[in-house]
C-alpha cells in the first residue's frame, strides 16, 4: 500500500508560467513533507520542507501548500525555468530529526522554452 | 566539504558474487540511510542507521547487511548479488535543525546483476 502518491507521471509546462505538482498522502500520523529534485545520474536534491503546524512555506520561486484535511500537497514552481526540469519527489515523516522518510514515485517536470 | 560520498559509482556483478557499497559523509550527522530506486519507484529505505552504533531495517531490507563504522561511515554489503538486486543505490545523512531537517544524498551507486 502507497502510503505517498504522486498520481501524475510527468508535467510539461512552458517557461515562465506556473508548474504545480502534488502529492497526496494516506498515513495521518505522517506530520513532515519534503520535496525532493532529481537530475539524472545525481542524487536527490532538498528542495524544500513543511510541518504540519503550517499550511504554506515559500522558498524563492518554490512553495509548498499542505491541505492536512484533504492530506494533500503540493509544490508551486513560480515562475518555471528549463532548468527545472528533472524528476520531482514528494517525501513524508512521522516526526522530524531523525526519522525515516516515505517518497512517492516522482513527477518528471519538463519545462520548455 | 565534500558532503555525501559512495563509492563505487558502477559496479557490474555475476549472480552469487558479493560487495559492499561504502559512504561516508563529512557533516558531522548523526543519522545515515541507505535507499535503492528502481524505474518508475520512489526511492525505498534498505536500512538505517540513527546514531553510531545502531542499525534499523527499513521497507526493503531482504539481501543487505549494513555496518555502521563509525559516525562519518555506513556501508551496505550484498552477501550474495540476485538480479533484482539491480538497481541505483543511495547513501543519505540527515542535518537537523531545529524543528525541521533535511536529508542530504550522495550521488548514487548504479549495481547492475547478470
Known amino acids: 500500500d502507497q502510503q505517498v502518491k504522486q498520481n501524475s507521471p510527468s508535467l510539461s509546462v512552458q517557461e515562465g508560467r506556473i508548474s504545480i505538482l502534488n502529492c497526496d498522502y494516506t498515513?495521518?500520523?505522517?506530520?513532515?513533507f519534503l520535496w525532493y529534485k532529481k537530475y539524472p545520474a545525481e542524487g536527490p536534491t532538498f528542495l524544500i520542507s513543511?510541518?504540519?503546524?503550517?499550511d504554506k512555506n515559500e522558498d524563492g520561486r518554490f512553495t509548498v501548500f499542505l491541505n492536512k484535511s484533504a492530506k494533500h500537497l503540493s509544490l508551486h514552481i513560480v515562475p518555471s525555468q528549463p532548468g527545472d526540469s528533472a524528476v520531482y519527489f514528494c517525501?513524508?515523516?512521522?516526526?522530524?530529526?531523525?526519522?525515516?522518510?516515505?517518497f512517492g514515485k516522482g513527477t518528471m517536470l519538463l519545462v520548455s522554452p | 566539504n565534500a558532503g555525501v560520498t559512495q563509492t563505487p559509482k558502477f559496479q557490474v556483478l555475476k549472480t552469487g558474487q558479493s560487495m559492499t557499497l561504502q559512504c561516508a559523509q563529512d557533516?558531522?550527522?548523526?543519522?545515515m540511510y541507505w535507499y535503492r530506486q528502481d524505474p518508475g519507484m520512489g526511492l525505498r529505505l534498505i536500512y538505517y542507521?540513527?546514531?553510531?552504533?545502531?542499525?534499523d531495517k527499513g521497507e526493503v531490507p531482504n539481501g543487505y547487511n549494513v555496518s555502521r563504522l563509525n559516525k562519518r561511515e555506513f556501508s551496505l554489503r550484498l552477501e550474495s548479488a540476485a538480479p533484482s538486486q539491480t538497481s541505483v543505490y543511495f547513501c543519505?545523512?540527515?542535518?537537523?535543525?531545529?524543528?525541521?531537517?533535511?536529508?542530504?544524498f550522495g550521488p548514487g551507486t548504479r549495481l547492475t546483476v547478470t
Open positions: 542507521s540513527a546514531s553510531e552504533g545502531t542499525t
Open positions: 557533516m558531522n550527522h548523526n543519522s
Open positions: 543519505a545523512s540527515n542535518r537537523l535543525a531545529g524543528d525541521s531537517y533535511e536529508q542530504y
Open positions: 498515513n495521518s500520523m505522517f506530520d513532515y
Open positions: 513543511i510541518s504540519s503546524i503550517k
Open positions: 517525501a513524508a515523516s512521522v516526526g522530524s530529526g531523525y526519522s525515516t522518510l516515505t
